[in-house]
């Protein structure tokens, strides 16, 4: 399921007090590049992300 992007964040955020502790989302942004540009973004309600076994940033130290 996706929908349009949120607004953008705003002052009111206190940036100081989030921390590198988790911090549970209800999505995130998903971009594709394609045909050498990137399209409008989708903002998609998961957690997760779907990403091929073989992606490089996996590389388990092969390379």
Known sequence: MT??????PTSAIDWD???FKWV???GH???IFK???WD???FV??????????????NYGQE
């Open 17 to 19: 007090s989030l921390g």
């Open 45 to 58: 309600r998961d957690s997760y992300i779907k990403m091929h076994v073989c992606a490089p940033c996996l």
């Open 35 to 37: 045909d050498g540009k």
């Open 3 to 8: 929908q349009a992007l949120p607004p953008a």
């Open 40 to 42: 409008q973004g989708e």
């Open 29 to 31: 942004v998903k971009y």
């Open 24 to 26: 549970d989302t209800n």
